[in-house]
């Protein structure tokens, strides 16, 4: 935890800030799976009291990143493979919902943040670097969730998305991962955005599940073909 960002003060209620930065060093894979969470020492690092700590910590368990596990504290959990099961079904249902609710009500400004969000993404791909494929993607499905009008649907998706994070960022380097994979995924956001483009919403969720679907499938595939931990998993 040495390498543990410092809280800036800002505007944001400091819990908050204590929240993200705990998140984000959970889900980039700096906290790894398995690791004790000590109180004193995050407090010190991160300058605040163990009250703030522990709110940000309660949410953090309630959303399946941390366990408090008796006589051994907060600890960075490690999802099992039907948890990878089921949070995947999850993700296919709530983006499937999100390209709907954008198609239904797009705004042109919308459609060409989103626009603009796949050619970030093809670029990216092109380039062959997993944190600029995996950030390049991460924004894309932040425009569709924005587009999709929907503040609860965004939290729950993203809360989904934050717990298999980690699988995603390593999975982009798997040696086992599908060649074509990257094609395949490239093609089918063109093809939601085509959809949301033409406001065919049932034509968009189709086309954003069907992406979801292929993602869990290589996911549960590497978990047949190899022996490697569950962390390693594909986006």
Request: hydrophobic fraction near 40%; proline fraction near 4%; aromatic fraction near 2%.
């Amino acid at each position: 935890m040495t390498n543990m960002l410092n809280i800036k003060r800002a505007a944001a209620p400091l819990r908050q800030e204590v929240l993200q930065t705990l998140r984000t060093e959970i889900i980039e894979g700096r906290l790894a799976p398995g690791q004790r969470l000590t109180e004193r020492a995050l407090t010190e690092m991160l300058d605040v009291s163990r009250t703030v700590l522990r709110e940000s910590l309660r949410q953090l368990e309630a959303e399946g990143l941390i366990s408090l596990v008796p006589n051994k504290g907060p600890m960075v959990r490690a999802l099992t493979v039907e948890e990878a099961r089921e949070l995947y079904r999850i993700r296919e249902m709530l983006e499937g919902l999100g390209a709907r609710l954008f198609a239904e009500t797009a705004k042109p400004a919308q459609v060409k943040a989103l626009e603009v969000a796949l050619t970030r993404v093809e670029r990216a791909y092109a380039t062959d670097e997993p944190q600029v494929i995996l950030t390049a993607k991460n924004d894309f499905y932040d425009a569709i969730h924005s587009g999709s009008g929907s503040e609860n649907l965004s939290k729950m998706t993203a809360t989904v998305l934050a717990q298999i994070w980690r699988w995603r960022a390593i999975g982009l380097t798997h040696p086992k991962r599908s060649k074509d994979r990257s094609r395949e995924s490239a093609r089918n956001l063109r093809d939601v955005v085509d959809a949301i483009r033409s406001g065919d919403g049932e034509r968009a969720e189709q086309a954003a599940r069907h992406e979801a679907r292929l993602a869990a499938s290589e996911v549960l595939r590497l978990l047949d073909c190899t022996e490697s931990p569950a962390s390693e998993l594909p986006d």
